[in-house]
C-alpha cells in the first residue's frame, strides 16, 4: 500500500489498509444484495418474452373464437 | 318467442353463454418484465460493477472510500452504496419478497424466489452487521486512546 493516502488522511499504514478493506468488504456484500436483483430481473424479462411467444403461438393454433363459439 | 324458436331451428341462433365467455383469455393478460425495467436492471448492474471493481482499483479513489476519516466505516462511498443497494433491493426485489413470503405463509412452499430473498436479505443483514462492528471498533479505539 502507498504510504502517501495513509499521509494525506493522517492514519498510520496498517489502520489504513485495514479501513480500506474492511470498506471494501461491505461494498462487495452490498454489491452481492443488488447484483442477485438486478440479474434476477434480466431472467424474468427473458421468461416474459419466451412466454409471451408461447401465448402467441397458442393463439395461432388454438383460436378462441372458433373454440368458444356457441352454435 | 316465436323468432327465438325459429332462429333455434333453422340454426342461426347465436347467444352468449355466459359459462363459456369465463373461458375467454383477456387480451394483453400477460405480466411480466417490461423493456424499461430491464434497462434499468442493466444500468444498475454497470454502476455497481464500475463502483465496487473498477474505482476501487483507481489510485486516487482510495482516499476519497475512507472520507471522511471521523466517521469510521460510514463514510461517502459506503453510505451511498448503501443508499444504491437498499434503493435497488426495494425497485426490483419488492415484488420477488412478497412472493417470497406469499408462498412460505399461504401455500407453505419455498421456491427460486425465496431463495433469492434469502440471499439478497443475509447479505444486506450482514452488510448492517459489518458495519455496527465497524463502528463499535471505531468507538472502542477513540476512547482507548
Known sequence: MDMSHSNKLNMNSSDFEHRLAMVEELVHMMETASLILAIITLGKYQEWKAKRSIATMAEKIFVADSLLQNE | ?145
Request: aromatic share 14%; hydrophobic share 50%; proline share 1%.
Open chain 2, 1 to 145: 318467442m316465436y323468432e327465438y324458436i325459429k332462429k333455434e331451428y333453422s340454426g342461426t341462433l347465436k347467444e352468449s353463454d355466459a359459462y363459456l365467455e369465463g373461458f375467454r383469455k383477456s387480451s394483453n393478460s400477460l405480466e411480466g418484465v417490461k423493456l424499461n425495467k430491464l434497462l434499468w436492471a442493466l444500468a444498475t448492474i454497470a454502476i455497481f460493477f464500475v463502483c465496487s471493481n473498477i474505482l476501487p482499483l483507481v489510485d486516487w479513489f482510495q482516499d476519497f472510500a475512507l472520507f471522511p476519516v471521523s466517521s469510521g466505516v460510514l463514510s461517502f462511498y459506503v453510505i451511498t452504496m448503501l443508499v444504491l443497494s437498499i434503493s435497488t433491493m426495494i425497485i426490483f426485489g419488492r415484488e420477488t419478497f412478497q412472493n417470497a413470503y406469499t408462498n412460505l405463509v399461504k401455500f407453505k412452499i419455498l421456491n427460486m424466489e425465496s431463495l433469492v430473498s434469502i440471499g439478497c436479505v443475509s447479505s444486506l443483514l450482514m452488510t448492517f452487521w459489518m458495519i455496527a462492528i465497524g463502528v463499535i471498533e471505531e468507538a472502542s479505539v477513540n476512547s482507548s486512546g
